[in-house]
């Protein structure tokens, strides 16, 4: 595949393309005393072929956390989040409109109780997009529920990451993307359940010798935050592709 090509198979969610993307997260002004929390997200996805007519896209997120204390005192903890496992039914050949219906998983790997909960997760998924001349329109929706979780390991999660990108075609490889993690926290007290951020992100997909990799960094400000959540993000994405 040419750069083209492969940046918009990196747009598509359920693309049939082995990748492993390493996405860093620096979130600023994040809690009471506003530090920096980090969390870098591994990603990798991989495709199963079912048979001539379905594909399973198994997308994984293992986040490697930075978190700052809270009080006064409390030093950095630093270790592993909870990983998240979403599987996705999706036609081999698909027409206008890709999609993927599924499962998220979530498994307790956290290291320390305060990198998030110890109780095991599930819940649907679902993504949806099209691809007209140089643009990409879409989204990925999915909420997850903890089971037999108590206190502060119980949590109903829900994410939408919307998919607007642009493939300049100038440059070939080289793109503009509009892609914020929306969340909401069904568990917290209302005014602190949602977080909503704006932002924009360039990417440019090149090799390295023979491998394709594609690179982006953005910049985030969440309009919605919880009272201690973080007041804007920096994302830079290291994504190293596979194709068949």
């Known amino acids: ?23 860093n997260n620096t979130n600023f002004n994040y809690g009471p005393r506003n530090h920096t929390q ?32 809270f009080a006064p005192g409390e030093g950095t903890t630093f270790g592993l989040g909870a990983l998240q496992v979403s599987a996705f039914l999706t036609p081999a050949q698909s027409g206008r409109l890709i999609w993927g219906v599924g499962v998220v998983g979530q498994a307790p790997t956290v290291t320390d109780e305060v990198l998030g909960s110890r109780a095991w ?9 099209t691809m007209a001349g140089q643009w990409t329109i879409g989204g990925l929706v999915n909420n997850v529920w903890s089971i037999g979780g108590e206190g502060s390991n119980k949590y109903n999660n829900f994410l ?4 607007l990108s642009y493939n300049i075609p100038q440059s070939p490889g080289t793109y ?14 209302s005014g602190d359940q949602w977080t909503v951020p704006v932002g924009l992100s360039a990417g440019q997909v090149f090799r390295i010798g023979s491998q394709p990799v594609n690179a982006q960094i953005g910049a985030y400000y969440n309009v919605v935050r919880p009272d201690i959540g973080p007041e804007w993000q920096l994302r830079a994405q290291l994504q190293f592709l596979f194709p068949r």
């Open 1 to 23: 595949m040419d750069a083209d090509a492969l940046a918009r198979q990196t747009q598509n969610p359920v693309a049939n393309l082995i990748s492993v993307p390493f996405q």
């Open 160 to 163: 939408f990451q919307p998919v």
């Open 176 to 189: 503009l993307s509009f892609s914020p993690i929306i969340t909401a926290n069904w568990e917290a007290r």
């Open 121 to 129: 997760g599930v819940g649907p998924t679902a993504v949806a997009l």
């Open 38 to 69: 980090n969390i870098l997200n591994i990603q990798p996805v991989i495709p199963f072929g079912l048979n001539e007519d379905w594909n399973i896209i198994t997308r994984t997120i293992l986040p490697v956390i930075s978190q700052p204390g």
